[in-house]
């Protein structure tokens, strides 16, 4: 008996393209706003809603995770993982402090790195 062998059907190639299009799309619309509010900050464009580092002031709590980032980066580097992930500070601020660690000896925090 001969085995039958899947086949790829043409719908479902052009499905996965579809879906690879669509990521890729969603990844380019995301660095393309997070880089426009970043030079929004930076040169002042709108300095009552977007300081220096690209934080929106209607989006108070960028502003109290500024501080807890920074704090997270020197606990990661002089105290180790350990300490950062028991640290008291909610996950999501954890987990948006590494990339600041990697990057941080060569760019400041603002809103490029948070995200």
Request: with cysteine; net charge positive; hydrophobic share 45%.
């Amino acid at each position: 008996m001969r085995s039958k062998s899947r086949t790829e059907s043409p719908r479902s190639g052009r499905r996965l393209f579809q879906l690879k299009f669509l990521i890729v799309a969603a990844a380019i619309w995301h660095v393309s706003v997070t880089l426009g509010v970043f030079a929004v900050g930076k040169y002042q464009v709108i300095p009552a809603q977007v300081n220096p580092s690209g934080i929106g002031r209607f989006a108070s709590d960028g502003v109290v995770y500024q501080g807890q980032l920074a704090e997270l980066c020197q606990v990661l580097k002089n105290e180790g993982p350990l300490a950062w992930a028991t640290w008291s500070t909610q996950l999501h601020v954890r987990l948006y402090s590494l990339p600041l660690f990697f990057v941080s000896r060569w760019f400041a925090f603002n809103i490029a790195i948070r995200n």
